[in-house]
């Protein structure tokens, strides 16, 4: 497997791993597990954060054009 696919692979896995997450902190009424997975989360993001900047720094990954002022002033329009 090429690396771009691999970087690729643990990027997409590594967001659905803090959607999860999303989903599952605010579910759960223990306040320990609610703080474990929290803890989880944050160690994910970071990692997330490392394999953005590794995709980004290859250009294996490149972002969408940044907004322009009218598109950010028309869905505040909307809200």
Do not use: W
Not at 7 to 24: P, T
Not at 49 to 61: G, H, I, Q, T, V
């Amino acid at each position: 497997m090429e690396e771009k696919a691999m970087v690729v692979d643990a990027l997409v896995g590594v967001n659905g791993e803090l959607k999860m997450f999303g989903d599952m902190i605010p579910q759960t009424e223990d306040k320990e597990l609610k703080q474990c997975l929290k803890q989880i989360r944050n160690q994910c993001e970071m990692s997330q954060e490392k394999l953005y900047d590794a995709a980004r720094e290859r250009s294996y990954y490149v972002p969408a054009a940044k907004a322009t002022q009218e598109e950010i002033n028309h869905v505040k329009s909307i809200l």
